[in-house]
């Protein structure tokens, strides 16, 4: 029926990038998630991300249903599993910025505005508004803070998404306005609205810092079972 078709606009949100400007970022952002990969990561690190995450065998094998496991499992590591605190992204600024900067690989004007955003982004549940696939982009409603819109880039969704949908993801927005999404997203039936609201506040419970990493993982399970199918590119 009509009413559940995804709003269609052609108007261009303002501060939306131009394909070249998006595809650097997009370039630049691989490239740092690289370098703090090389930073951060370790074993121990992924083994405990895959416990979190259910994909872990009591044997101690990591267990992926598709490849798309792999993207969440890794994007998991670098932003919800801490050390002292900190994240692989909030670790590498750090270090980046401080006496011990000379271990770290050079990173650009570019790269520090991409790592900036990433330490100051969050996940949160959003309801897809309108899509404009010929600027790659769609207007979410924040459901958790009331009020807020943002305007996403993603070449992926703005081009497959055809109904509205509940998406979990984390928002990394740039010093223009427009936000990317960290790489993953899941996303649900809007009939399930009260049901995620519901897991977004039982998981917040408790530590404030381990509250992000509770509500990834319990949304991450939920895909599994309620989810639509999501195809990482």
Known sequence: MLRDLLPHTSETPSGVPDEETYTRYREASKALVEKVMEASMDRNAIDRAGRELGIMSPEGVLMFDSEEDMTVLMDYTLHECRYKGKNAFERYHEQVDGDSGAGCAAIDDLEREILAARVASSTSLFSTASVS????????????????????VDINLSHS???????????????????????????????????????????????????????????????????????YR
């Open 133 to 152: 696939p010929e600027t790659n982009s769609l207007q979410l409603e924040d459901l958790v803070q009331e009020g807020r819109i943002i305007t996403l």
């Open 161 to 231: 998404l055809t109904q509205p949908v509940i998406l979990f993801l984390r928002s990394i927005t740039f010093e223009a306005g427009w936000s990317a999404s960290s790489g993953v997203s899941f996303s649900y039936p809007l009939k399930l609205e009260r049901e995620l609201l519901r897991v977004w506040r039982v998981r917040g419970r408790g530590l404030r810092e381990h509250a992000s990493a509770r509500r990834f993982a319990a949304l991450f399970r939920l895909s599994k079972t309620k989810g639509y199918e999501t195809l």
